[in-house]
């Protein structure tokens, strides 16, 4: 029995890993249009392409969306099959999110412009700060948008004053989604071969983790 039981075990782990492989891939895939971009421009050129580099993320967006719902059913326990998972994350509402990812990048093209604008060209530095902390929050916002778009029918602009508003109202789960791109960054530079199979699914996984208390608590208001 005590054999049984531990490749019951053994099993369910290697059944999680595929799956988190599988999500990942399907991420992968589902962003051919960055990885043109890096293949053929290069990410030296970012600074100089970015309007050509934001657009090529605009199709992240549902991407990101179905990596957040496939972790969450993966926490929950609810999972199936992970392409099915996927598809389910990736397909309904895809336009809403598409649209929702296209306006925060948008504003990140928006405050990187301002950036630069007020501090190379006219060098006025509150400007400059001040654009800085919204290029910030536009950046940091991210796992918040499509966790609550992978989660929630609501309209575009409900998503954004809630993402918002966590993002502020919540420092903890904010630091905290921080230090888990930090560790998947970190763990990128340390292996970069082994991490890509996983970090997109990994980051998902971290992120819907760290912030289910924060989906209850939203759930129970809804």
């Known amino acids: 029995m005590g054999e049984l039981f531990n490749i019951e075990k053994v099993l369910g782990f290697c059944e999680k890993v595929c799956y988190f492989f599988t999500v990942n891939l399907l991420f992968i895939i589902s962003n051919i249009p960055v990885l043109l971009f890096l ?5 030296g050129q970012i600074r100089e392409c970015l309007p050509l580099f934001l657009l090529s993320l605009v199709l992240s967006a549902p991407a990101l969306s ?10 929950r326990g609810t999972y199936g099959s992970a ?10 509402d895809f336009w809403q999110k598409t649209a929702l990812g296209a306006g925060q990048l948008l504003l990140i ?15 006025i530095f509150p400007l400059t700060i001040l654009f800085v902390i919204l290029f910030a929050a ?13 989660r929630y029918e609501m309209s575009t602009w409900q998503i954004a004053r809630t993402a918002v508003t966590l993002l502020f109202a919540k420092p903890v789960f904010t630091l905290g989604n921080i230090v888990a791109l930090g560790v998947v ?4 530079e340390i292996s970069a071969g082994t991490t890509v199979l996983f970090m997109g699914s990994a980051y998902g996984f971290l992120v819907m983790f760290m912030n ?10 809804r």
């Open 39 to 43: 293949l053929f421009v290069g990410a």
């Open 138 to 150: 536009a950046v940091l916002v991210t796992p918040n948008l499509y966790m609550l778009i992978s």
């Open 185 to 188: 960054l970190a763990a990128f």
């Open 66 to 75: 179905a990596v957040m719902y496939t972790m969450n059913r993966l926490i």
């Open 109 to 123: 093209l928006i405050c990187w412009t301002n950036i630069e604008f007020f501090s190379i060209q006219l060098k």
């Open 83 to 92: 392409v099915r998972d996927y598809k389910k994350g990736y397909c309904p």
């Open 212 to 221: 289910q208390s924060v989906l209850r608590q939203l759930e129970e208001r």
